[in-house]
């Protein structure tokens, strides 16, 4: 059995490397800190996240104060969680508060338009879809979903609505 923290949390590490985000929840739940940030409640953050425990991340969110929440890591799972839970509306406000922070979020950017287009905005779809990649940073595969080719058969799908 594993009693100290910092052996709960090497172990933890690894097994979020493996992709085993259930036995990070099990090993860190109720053991790691909330009220500030650190590395074990990130872990924590993202294994109930990864592990679909919406009710379990909702709770440990909850928990944590609200100077916390505001770092960008949080922030995404704030997201992460809505988007989980199907308050699409809830996760498209939340995203364009971050982009306001970091309009240069590829990924958020990508998330958002996704959103739109779940909420059926189409026309707003269509003003963040003619922002040129050279606008975000990111990875060049996912730069390259916001080169023209991409986006002309998003034109296309959008046209059909």
Same mark, same amino acid.
């Given at each position: 059995?594993?009693?100290?923290?910092?052996?709960?949390?090497?172990?933890?590490?690894?097994?979020?490397?493996?992709?085993?985000?259930?036995?990070?929840?099990? *090993?860190?739940?109720?053991?790691?800190?909330?009220?500030?940030? +650190?590395?074990? *409640?990130?872990?924590?953050?993202?294994?109930?996240?990864?592990?679909?425990?919406?009710?379990? *991340?909702?709770?440990?969110?909850?928990?944590?104060? +609200?100077?916390?929440?505001?770092?960008?890591?949080?922030?995404?799972?704030?997201?992460?969680?809505?988007?989980?839970?199907?308050?699409?509306?809830?996760?498209?406000?939340?995203?364009?508060?971050?982009?306001?922070?970091?309009?240069?979020?590829?990924?958020?950017?990508?998330?958002?338009?996704?959103?739109?287009?779940?909420?059926?905005?189409?026309?707003?779809?269509?003003?963040?879809?003619?922002?040129?990649?050279?606008?975000?940073?990111?990875?060049?595969?996912?730069?390259?979903?916001?080169?023209?080719?991409?986006?002309?058969?998003?034109?296309?799908?959008?046209?059909?609505?």
């Amino acid at each position: 059995m594993l009693t100290d923290f910092p052996t709960r949390f090497f172990v933890s590490e690894a097994l979020s490397q493996a992709g085993r985000p259930d036995d990070v929840v099990a *090993l860190l739940s109720n053991v790691t800190a909330t009220n500030f940030d +650190s590395p074990a *409640l990130r872990l924590l953050v993202a294994a109930y996240a990864n592990s679909d425990r919406r009710s379990g *991340l909702r709770s440990l969110l909850a928990e944590i104060p +609200s100077e916390v929440l505001s770092r960008p890591f949080y922030r995404t799972a704030q997201i992460a969680l809505a988007i989980r839970i199907g308050d699409i509306p809830e996760a498209v406000r939340q995203i364009k508060d971050y982009l306001r922070v970091r309009p240069r979020d590829l990924q958020l950017q990508l998330q958002l338009m996704q959103g739109l287009f779940r909420q059926n905005e189409i026309e707003v779809l269509r003003d963040q879809a003619r922002r040129p990649a050279s606008d975000f940073d990111g990875s060049p595969d996912d730069l390259i979903k916001l080169e023209p080719q991409p986006i002309a058969s998003l034109h296309r799908e959008l046209s059909r609505h």
